[in-house]
């Protein structure tokens, strides 16, 4: 069910974004980056968070870890991860296909300012052997997405190399 919601989303917003449906499970951000051909950082993972009374998604850069306090400020209040079966009533889609795509409850969603060192990104399409393609601000503008700092600094790691 969930992957079709995705694909009917698609079809009435987007109909030019086509899902990629793999043999390999993308459940995980390593699974989905090696499925996909794409380094961790740029699958766009969401994730699904209560805060106060209210839950929203919150899509972010595959290698990002939310931030306690930038989370807290710019969603409203403290996070909380919502449990498995909460999130796939919630949402329609099963956890490692997990997406803000054709949701089965109208949810607020933002997205990290992260995902925005990437031309392209790799999110979940309602299962977890699918995803698409899809620039961070056309998922925005699609999902109708406030953009927020909600996540870690990402730190790049140089080789230090001796003579």
């Given amino acids: ?64 870890r939310l931030d306690n306090k930038k989370a807290k400020a710019g969603l409203g209040g403290k996070p909380r991860m919502l449990g498995q079966e909460e999130v796939e009533a919630l949402t329609g889609h099963p956890v490692g296909g997990v997406c803000p795509f054709g949701l089965a409850t109208p949810l607020k969603v933002y997205c990290d300012l992260s995902l925005k060192a990437f031309d392209i990104v790799v999110p979940a399409a309602g299962s977890t052997h699918s995803a698409l393609r899809i620039a961070p601000q ?25 003579a």
Avoid: N, Y
């Avoid at 699974?31 to 794409?38: E, F, R, S």
């Avoid at 406030?146 to 790049?156: A, F, L, S, Y």
């Fill in 1 to 64: 069910m969930s992957l079709q919601s995705v694909r009917a989303f698609f079809a009435e917003r987007a109909p030019d974004i086509t899902v990629i449906v793999t043999d390999e499970s993308s459940a995980t951000v390593p699974l989905a980056a090696a499925a996909h051909g794409v380094e961790p950082g740029q699958i766009a993972k969401t994730l699904s968070l209560r805060i106060g009374e209210e839950v929203v998604l919150v899509v972010t850069r595959g290698d990002a």
């Fill in 138 to 162: 056309r998922m925005a503008e699609l999902t109708q997405a406030e953009w927020v700092d909600v996540c870690q600094e990402i730190v790049v790691q140089e080789a230090v190399t001796t």
